[in-house]
């Protein structure tokens, strides 16, 4: 099975920018679409971004338009979220995951359609 670990969380002051990475194992990581959900203090999993297999599409959430960025490099088996411009609600325990199946054709943003999930990486923003 797909071995998903993330990196890269911290804290961070409002304003500013970071970047997770998602580190798969499995050769056939390339075949999944990946994204990434967050879980904040008190609340329930959301999503936040995805992209599909090809690394040709991608989608998020209307809290994170503008500021997120998903991104993949398959040779490496790794996938990026690039956050700018980070506010105090985006503190959350960030996860990645990757579709329960292969060659999806279009994202999906339920958390039942991801099969595979990281143990998260924590993102902490400070006002």
């Known amino acids: 099975q797909v071995q998903l670990v993330e990196s890269g969380g911290g804290l961070v002051l409002a304003g500013g920018s970071l970047k997770l990475s998602c580190a798969a194992s499995?050769?056939?990581?390339?075949?999944?679409?990946v994204a990434w959900f967050r879980q904040g203090p008190g609340k329930e999993r959301e999503f936040v971004a995805a992209?599909?297999?090809?690394?040709?599409?991608?989608y998020y959430a209307d809290s994170v338009k503008g500021r997120f960025t998903i991104s993949r490099d398959n040779a490496k088996n790794t996938v990026f979220l690039q956050m700018n411009s980070l506010k105090p609600e985006d503190t959350a325990v960030y996860y990645c995951?990757?579709?329960?199946?292969?060659?999806?054709?279009?994202?999906?943003?339920?958390?039942?359609?991801?099969?595979?999930w990281g143990q998260g990486t924590r993102v902490t923003v400070s006002s």
């Open positions: 992209i599909n297999w090809r690394g040709d599409s991608t």
């Open positions: 499995g050769r056939t990581f390339s075949n999944y679409a």
């Open positions: 995951a990757a579709d329960a199946i292969t060659y999806r054709n279009e994202i999906t943003t339920a958390t039942n359609r991801y099969g595979y």
